[in-house]
């Protein structure tokens, strides 16, 4: 098993910037991600960073999220400046490990505008 501790988040006003950080209990040898749940939608898939430190993001937030990870602190963050309004949402990292997939406890991101 792996246990995923978040920390960061909070409130901001609009075009503040925050990070999130997401600590694993052991190596994380594949994908580590960041997704967002807003109420009343669907989770979605944020950013996300391999192994060699490939990247990907949903289009709303490229240019103002960065996706990073210290392999030596089994850590990955989410580095988010130029917040929006719209990034309001309960923010999740999700790693696999030996094809088991694990979620953080969340943590509460909230933009005033």
């Known amino acids: 098993q792996v246990q995923l501790v978040q920390s960061g988040g909070g409130l901001v006003q609009a075009g503040g910037s925050l990070r999130l950080s997401c600590a694993a209990s052991?190596?994380?040898?594949?994908?580590m991600a960041w997704y967002r749940q807003a109420p009343g939608k669907q989770r979605e898939l944020v950013a996300a960073?391999?192994?060699?430190?490939?990247?990907t993001y949903v289009d709303s937030v490229k240019g103002r999220f960065t996706i990073s990870r210290d392999n030596a602190k089994n850590t990955v963050y989410l580095q988010m400046n130029t917040l929006k309004p719209e990034d309001t949402a309960v923010y999740y990292c999700?790693?696999?490990?030996?094809?088991?997939?694990?979620w953080g406890q969340g943590t509460q991101v909230t933009v005033s505008s």
């Open positions: 052991k190596y994380i040898f594949s994908i």
């Open positions: 999700n790693v696999k490990f030996r094809d088991v997939g694990y």
């Open positions: 960073i391999g192994s060699s430190g490939t990247t």
